[in-house]
């Protein structure tokens, strides 16, 4: 499928690598990438175990949404472009592999919560993250009210968003919000490095464990004790257990099929 502000890679067996582009804005998301997002992770396909996200450029991850758009939409307008931010963001952070944001440069607003929406961040030394939009008279849309909290806490959270702040590499990593930082020519080797490690995994259990972390912190602990439960015992019906385990007792890498 071709697309008109989207890259996409396969740098490597069973790693999918979509760079956002669209330099002119920084990769400022508008609705028709939101809507080509949305059409790659409808189209993504099996052989994808683990994506990677990045921005094209060496400046700027997303530098946010793009305000140029924004600039004159009315509520009922403000609305629809915010749900698709959310819908896009949401399939995102619940497809059952793994995503990993390589984040380069700017994530402002629009750019931080699509960093937020993938179950890992690793950024560059330059990069930087920030929820200005207070600045331009909204909140911050695609659920960044939503996840920021949830990663880096409320007090943290709301001194960001309050204030308009925008950190650096180092602060980011300090809170929680990434989990590596490094040199910026090293970023994609080492996000590349990290889905390796995954794809030599059982990718039905990464799928389960990811459902299991997902929907676990949204309840009780009982309940979430419970789903991992469920969830570990659906893993021994599955042809990649007993591979796996058959491999550990033999000695040898396990072949993994993700069935």
């Known amino acids: ?24 804005s920084l990769n400022a998301l508008n609705s028709t990438i939101l809507k080509e997002l949305d059409a790659f992770i409808d189209n993504i396909g099996s052989g994808t175990r683990v994506l990677i996200i990045t921005g094209d450029g060496e400046k700027s991850f997303v530098a ?19 749900r698709l931010g959310d819908k896009v963001f949401r399939k995102i952070e619940t497809l059952p592999i793994p995503v990993i944001a390589a984040v380069n440069g700017f994530a402002l607003g629009g750019g931080c919560e699509l960093a937020m929406a993938c179950d890992i961040r690793i950024c560059s030394d330059n990069a930087k993250f920030g929820q200005p ?30 204030t308009g702040r925008v950190i ?28 390796a490690k995954m794809v030599a995994n059982a990718p039905l259990a990464i799928c389960a464990c990811k459902e299991s972390i997902n929907r676990g912190c949204d309840l009780t602990m009982d309940e979430a004790i419970e789903l991992e ?23 040898r890498k396990a072949a993994f099929t993700g069935k």
């Open 1 to 24: 499928m071709d697309y008109q502000f989207l890259k996409v890679e396969q740098p490597q067996e069973g790693v999918t690598l979509l760079k956002i582009s669209a330099p002119k």
């Open 64 to 82: 946010g949404a793009d305000i140029s758009e924004m600039a004159n939409l009315n509520e009922q307008e403000g609305y629809a472009f915010g």
């Open 133 to 162: 939009e207070v600045g331009l008279g909204i909140t911050p849309g695609f659920s960044g009210t939503v996840r920021l909290p949830r990663l880096v806490g409320q007090g943290m959270a709301k001194e960001m968003i309050y």
């Open 168 to 195: 650096r590499a180092d602060e980011a990593l300090r809170i929680g919000l990434v989990n590596a930082v490094y040199p910026r020519e090293e970023l994609l080797e080492k996000a590349l490095e990290m889905a």
């Open 229 to 251: 439960n469920k969830l570990f015992a659906g893993c021994f019906a599955t042809a990649d257990q007993k591979e796996g385990m058959a491999a550990f007792l033999g000695k």
